[in-house]
């Protein structure tokens, strides 16, 4: 994760790192763990999952019908305000329904928000996506 010392930007690296391993692991624990206890995550086509439980179930969920693969974070841009750093960006990856033939390819375009916490370490606050394949 991060420390107190390090930059919030390079925090932030180490976080969409950290992301991108979980999502092709199919690590729920990891990927969750990424967010602040009251981060909020708006995946397309869901209700917001308010707070770091509902963001674990959902990842849970996510990793026991599909697979995931390839998937990668491109950001396009960011913006530092104090603590806190805005990121927008592109996704890609392909998700493997559990028995299906064949992956679905999905991507589309993102906004995170980072944040140092109280405790000096770095989670995401607010996670907003769209284009998963269905979607």
Same mark, same amino acid.
């Given at each position: 994760m991060s420390t107190p010392s390090m930059t919030l930007a390079d +925090?932030?690296? %180490?976080?969409? #790192?950290?992301?991108v391993a979980a999502l092709n692991a199919g690590d729920a624990d990891a990927a969750a763990a $990424?967010?602040? =206890?009251?981060g909020i995550s708006l995946p397309p086509g869901q209700p917001p999952l308010e707070g770091v439980a509902a963001i674990?179930?959902?990842?849970?969920? $996510?990793? =026991?019908?599909i697979d995931v693969k390839g998937?990668?974070?491109q950001p396009a841009g960011v913006q530092i305000f104090g603590d806190a750093l805005i990121e927008h960006g592109t996704w890609k990856g392909s998700f493997k329904p559990k028995g299906a033939p064949?992956?679905?390819?999905? %991507? %589309? +375009?993102?906004?995170? *928000?980072?944040? #140092?916490? +109280?405790? %000096?370490? *770095? #989670?995401?606050? #607010?996670?907003?996506?769209?284009?998963?394949?269905?979607?």
């Open positions: +925090a932030v690296e %180490g976080i969409r #790192r950290q992301h $990424l967010f602040a =206890a009251d674990y179930a959902w990842f849970t969920g $996510l990793f =026991a019908t998937f990668e974070i064949a992956p679905l390819d999905g %991507g %589309g +375009a993102y906004v995170t *928000v980072y944040a #140092r916490l +109280a405790d %000096g370490s *770095v #989670r995401i606050i #607010r996670d907003i996506f769209h284009g998963l394949p269905g979607q």
